[in-house]
């Protein structure tokens, strides 16, 4: 079902790039885009693409949802890490953060984020596909780069989509770490990069990353990426491959780090 978008649009800005590719990409199309950082590693490139930029804890709840009414937001986009140690680094939970806090069962990433939708909802503010301005991210089908894979790799590839599919279902992690069909690593709290620092550590070199999107991936939220700074973090372990889910994983900066991936002899492919 198509939504008709308008002029103005929210954006809740976590860590990273994605958010000020997001920010420009809708700005280079018309779009007037008011932004809430919650971090400060990309509140200087987001001020070029928006028009306003607040700067907010995660935590702040009223008052993002006062700034929001203010600026009179009828759509918005969450995207960018919002990571456990973003919220660690500032601790300030207000009456509704900690209302929250109170009342829920788990709080694991789904159920925070379907309370923020909710929450918005109440205010008339609908939360679009993380997708929807930045499509032209999205990872294509197959190898990405000119390092192919051996057959070895993709067992491991196979193997290792059908366990991060199972951690998705249980809302856990989207990444696993894989050596010769042994899960070296799963991803939990500690994120992607943690990950395989982790479990390259246990496979020693050569080991296989694989990322998927969750099954029945809610759009809205948590749509797995991967860029430059993954493929670092992968030569510096020595592993050797990452697979990601073809056209459900955003690709930032696609040329830099396809471009790095082949210099340094790391497949690159979408499955």
């Known amino acids: 079902m198509s939504i008709e978008l308008e002029k103005k649009q929210g954006l809740i800005a976590g860590n990273g790039q994605l958010p000020v590719h997001l920010a420009k990409n809708a700005s280079e199309n018309g779009f007037e885009v008011v932004a809430i950082a919650l971090s400060s590693d990309n509140r200087k490139e987001l001020k070029k693409y928006c ?31 919002v990571s456990k140690s973003l919220v660690v680094k500032r601790p300030r939970f207000d009456a509704l953060a ?16 379907l309370f923020l939708v909710e929450e918005l909802a109440k205010i008339g503010i609908t939360v679009l596909d993380q997708t929807i301005f930045i499509k032209n991210l999205m990872a294509p089908r197959g190898v990405l780069g000119k390092i192919k894979p051996t057959e070895a790799m993709l067992s491991d590839v196979e193997y290792g989509y059908k366990i991060a599919k199972e951690m998705g279902q249980l809302d856990i992690g989207q ?40 099954p029945n991936q809610d759009k809205r939220f948590d749509i797995p990426a991967f860029g430059l700074n993954t493929l670092k973090n992968m030569k510096k372990y020595k592993a050797k ?20 991936a082949d210099k340094n002899n790391i497949v690159v492919m979408a499955v």
Do not use: H
């Not at 700067?55 to 890490?81: H, N, R, W, Y």
């Not at 929250?100 to 159920?111: C, E, G, S, V």
């Not at 990452?242 to 830099?256: G, Q, R």
């Open 241 to 260: 491959l990452i697979a990601v889910e073809a056209n459900e994983t955003i690709l930032v900066d696609k040329n830099k780090t396809i471009d790095y």
């Open 175 to 214: 990444s696993v770490v894989i050596k010769d069909r042994m899960i070296m690593a799963i991803e939990a709290i500690e994120g992607t990069d943690r990950c395989i620092k982790r479990g390259c550590r246990l496979g020693k070199k050569d080991a296989v990353i694989v990322k998927v999107a969750k």
């Open 51 to 81: 028009k306003k930029v607040y700067d907010f804890a995660p935590g702040e709840l009223l008052k993002i949802k006062k700034a929001l009414l203010d600026e009179e937001i009828k759509q918005l986009t969450f995207i960018g890490k």
């Open 98 to 113: 900690i209302e929250f806090l109170k009342q829920a069962k788990r709080l694991n990433d789904d159920a925070i984020m």
